[in-house]
């Protein structure tokens, strides 16, 4: 289903953040909250990590929720920032296990020269960002821990606010995250058997410069498996767009809400995907990874 309802929600909302990346509520949470809404199924897409499938599976089982295992991946192509949503693939594939923990390194040390930065004019420490992290070393730190910080100084009175000051990426004391490729994360992603989907690439909110038509051609000849088309920060005019290229290159259509509890205004359901969707990217997954799935 590709609609926006919450009231009760139906399909299966496939992009949701926990605190294993830069959401406010565990796996069984999550789990808890799409089984409440009457989702058919969810995803974990936690970013640039899978440290938190284990819980999530778990919480599945005992409740009878269907379960897509997947990680969000920031990448770079050109100019352009490309968030990634990787389903069903090995976790322990070592050239997926070897991005990830470059990565997840790489934004550790961004996040503590920003944090650096920002210390000079805001009262706010390293130790202060650590102390909004839920889960240790496990937990993919980044911007959000250090908004969550500038809350609980008083500087700002919710992440969103902070993440149009502070935090936002025109702010002075902004970095990028490095990154990999798409080209990279995508061979990475095939080579473990995984199915690949660009998270929300009209979204001219984020980003100054999108996607081309032809950056998107070039992936899907490269294996790429589908689109987010159904999110809410593709405006309109991009979904139609989206919608085109899905067509022309044989591209999977995804919905997802970009859920973070309390760590963003979107709300679980607010966007899905089909079943027939989610069963043909099981179809797709060549990788070893266990399904907590219900056809």
């Not at 899905?246 to 591209?251: E, H, K, V, Y």
């Not at 607010?270 to 997954?285: G, H, M, P």
Request: proline share 5%; charged share 20%.
């Amino acid at each position: 289903m590709t609609h926006e309802d919450t009231a009760k929600a139906s399909g299966w909302d496939l992009h949701c953040h926990t605190v294993f990346s830069d959401g406010t509520v565990t796996p069984r949470g999550m789990v808890e909250q799409a089984q409440q809404l009457g989702l058919e199924g969810l995803a974990i897409t936690d970013h640039d990590t899978n440290a938190g499938w284990d819980q999530a599976r778990q919480a599945a089982k005992d409740l009878g929720m269907p379960l897509l295992p997947g990680t969000e991946i920031t990448a770079q192509d050109g100019r352009v920032s490309v968030h990634m949503l990787a389903y069903l693939y090995d976790s322990e594939d070592p050239v997926i296990a070897g991005l990830f923990a470059k990565t997840r390194d790489a934004r550790l040390t961004r996040t503590r020269t920003m944090v650096e930065r920002i210390s000079r004019d805001y009262p706010i420490t390293w130790q202060e960002v650590l102390d909004q992290v839920k889960e240790g070393s496990k937990t993919t730190v980044g911007r959000p821990h250090i908004a969550d910080a500038l809350v609980k100084a008083g500087v700002y009175s919710d992440r969103s606010q902070a993440f149009a000051g502070v935090c936002s990426s025109s702010s002075p004391y902004y970095l990028p995250t490095p990154s990999p490729t798409t080209h990279q994360v995508l061979a990475a992603v095939n080579h473990a058997g995984g199915v690949l989907v660009i998270a929300h690439p009209g979204a001219v909110s984020r980003n100054p410069v999108l996607l081309s038509d032809q950056q998107i051609a070039a992936l899907a000849k490269e294996g790429l498996g589908g689109l987010e088309v159904w999110h809410r920060d593709n405006p309109p005019e991009q979904r139609r767009r989206l919608l085109a290229l899905a067509q022309r290159w044989g591209l999977l259509v995804t919905g997802g809400s970009d859920w973070h509890g309390q760590g963003k205004p979107n709300r679980m359901g607010e966007n899905c995907t089909s079943d027939q969707v989610v069963a043909q990217i099981v179809d797709r997954a060549r990788g070893s990874c266990p399904v907590a799935w219900k056809g």
